[in-house]
């Protein structure tokens, strides 16, 4: 299902800041896009309204033929949202999955088992007697599981320990699928960087940067460099190691993305 945000401006009620814009964005199916910026401009916003749980002060959003706001129950069976506060009931998760599942037509308990064995978990457990770190990854096992065409993430990782990040990418590509697509906000960027086919960058002034993450390393490399070797260099900045930097790549060997350096060269202009 193909996200479009036509000509969106967002502000809160009582409030005179403007969140979004006249925001302009489409995305297609079969991505994992990384949507990043700077605190307060807008990424939480956009995913709720997205998801339909915020209706715009102007434009439209629409995921596949839907209007997000009208949250018809055709589209609420295709979206999952994982917000980065939420609640669980107090019962067993064979309940809470009994009370939830039928909502998502496609939901697979094969797949919710494998997401839950990735990060560790039993399946007969009670939530109220889990962690908030291990609430959050029965929650994301089963946001995993709905299998629905859209899943949007809200800082997916913030609680979770290193070996939990690695679970939690395992677990992502496990649940993809070539109709799906997962959207993660997020400022941990090497939590997810390995994850993303696609970036998006934010700025209070609208889209800074659209690109997949091929297109990305087929312009740029990413690497470390002595100070005499800075000509070409689009952005650096130092490290115990020497300067890592973003330069055009011309002819060079492919690099691994470096998401930080993108995201500083790329909101500070350069």
Do not use: W
Request: proline content about 4%.
């Amino acid at each position: 299902m193909e996200i479009k945000v036509q000509n969106v401006s967002f502000k809160y009620k009582g409030s005179k800041r403007q969140v979004l814009s006249n925001m302009y964005l489409e995305l297609k199916e079969n991505r994992i896009c990384g949507l990043l910026g700077k605190n307060g401009v807008g990424k939480s916003t956009l995913l709720y309204l997205i998801a339909g749980l915020l209706r715009p002060t102007k434009g439209m959003v629409t995921v596949g033929d839907m209007e997000s706001q009208k949250r018809c129950p055709e589209m609420l069976s295709e979206v999952f949202f994982v917000s980065e506060e939420f609640e669980l009931p107090s019962v067993r998760l064979a309940d809470y999955v009994k009370m939830n599942a039928p909502f998502y037509p496609r939901f697979s308990q094969e797949l919710l088992e494998k997401c839950l064995a990735e990060f560790g978990l039993e399946y007969d457990l009670k939530l109220s007697e889990l962690s908030m770190g291990q609430k959050k990854k029965v929650f994301m096992s089963f946001a995993l599981a709905t299998r629905t065409k859209i899943l949007l993430m809200d800082e997916p990782t913030n609680g979770l320990d290193i070996p939990s990040k690695a679970q939690f990418r395992k677990a992502v590509s496990a649940s993809m699928s070539d109709d799906r697509t997962i959207i993660i906000s997020t400022h941990q960027v090497h939590d997810v960087e390995q994850l993303l086919d696609h970036v998006i960058i934010m700025s209070n002034e609208g889209i800074l940067l659209d690109n997949t993450t091929q297109e990305i390393c087929d312009k740029y490399v990413f690497e470390t460099r002595l100070p005499q070797d800075m000509d070409d260099v689009i952005y650096g900045e130092p490290s115990l190691q020497g300067n890592l930097v973003m330069a055009h790549r011309g002819d060079r060997p492919e690099t691994p993305l470096n998401l930080e350096i993108l995201f500083n060269a790329t909101t500070q202009g350069k």
